[in-house]
């Protein structure tokens, strides 16, 4: 359903003129979205504004001051809070499970540092115009790593993350059902901005999909309705610690820390952001 805005258009136009280059700036950051709540609530000394609120004063800001099209600040919302919202759910893995030696990479990462992890996670692919082999990298926004007794990394689960679904959870179970034979969990990780999953007793279609092709899916929207498939953000740590154990046996569960370097890249855990609460204007900022 579509979330309701706590400010009128003439507050979001008075905001958007008197901060908006900060508001683009702290959407630019790593955990843009919950950054840009809290300077937002913060700047106003509110404790009310929710996300419908901050997406309205910053694409309000990109009209008005870089002069973007309606259209064109639409998506660029949509792109970088979908890059945020996948770069602060690393963060939050990185930050809890680091200590017990897991690690939430990125696909560029692997891509980089691991060659033989992309080899394994990358799917052949026939090409028939030209008929030639080719790899193809599926839908995997994080890996989740750790290091077993030899020194060696093991990939054990892949995350998907959305914001919001709008049909585009078909994408991440196809490539879900793809690498079931890898032996690797595979799960997504959803704001629910728009509450598209419906309930158990009367499920949406990408409710169905996700439930029939992931191991999990966690959920940060306090509104949506859980079930052992559906499951609350807060699950993900523990669910992912006993993932690793079960799928790395002989794991090394030394502490990994902040400034240590996986396969020659340095894996950090930024400060904290509360990534619950902010889901909803009526229910307080992050």
């Not at 905001?15 to 950054?35: A, H, M, N, P, Y």
């Not at 790593?145 to 994408?171: M, N, P, Y």
């Not at 034979?181 to 728009?194: K, N």
């Not at 992912?240 to 855990?269: K, Q, S, Y």
């Amino acid at each position: 359903m579509p979330r309701e805005l706590s400010l009128s258009d003439k507050e979001i136009e008075k905001i958007g003129s008197t901060v908006g280059r900060q508001v683009v700036e702290q959407l630019d950051k790593t955990c843009g979205i919950f950054t840009l709540l809290e300077f937002l609530n913060k700047k106003l000394d509110s404790t009310k504004l929710g996300i419908a609120d901050a997406q309205a004063i910053y694409e309000k800001a990109l009209v008005e001051k870089k002069d973007y099209t309606e259209k064109q600040a639409r998506n660029s919302w949509v792109a970088k809070v979908g890059i945020g919202f996948q770069k602060c759910v690393q963060s939050y893995i990185n930050r809890h499970l680091m200590s017990s030696g897991v690690a939430a990479v990125s696909a560029s990462f692997i891509r980089k540092r691991t060659p033989d992890l992309k080899r394994f996670l990358s799917l052949p692919a026939k090409r028939r115009c030209v008929q030639q082999m080719t790899d193809l990298w599926p839908d995997n926004d994080i890996i989740l790593v750790a290091r077993d007794q030899s020194g060696i990394w093991r990939a054990f689960a892949i995350l998907s993350c959305k914001t919001s679904f709008h049909a585009r959870e078909t994408e991440g179970c196809f490539y879900a059902l793809a690498i079931r034979d890898l032996g690797i969990r595979t799960a997504m990780v959803t704001l629910d901005l728009d509450e598209e999953l419906g309930t158990c007793q009367k499920p949406t279609k990408a409710r169905q999909l996700l439930e029939m092709y992931f191991d999990a899916t966690y959920v940060l929207n306090p509104a949506t309705s859980l079930c052992p498939q559906i499951l609350s953000f807060e699950d993900m740590c523990d669910n992912i610690g006993n993932w690793a154990r079960a799928l790395v046996p002989t794991m090394d569960t030394r502490p990994i820390e902040e400034r240590n370097r996986v396969g020659g890249c340095r894996v950090e855990a930024p400060r904290r952001h509360k990534m619950r609460g902010c889901l909803r204007s009526d229910e307080g900022h992050p």
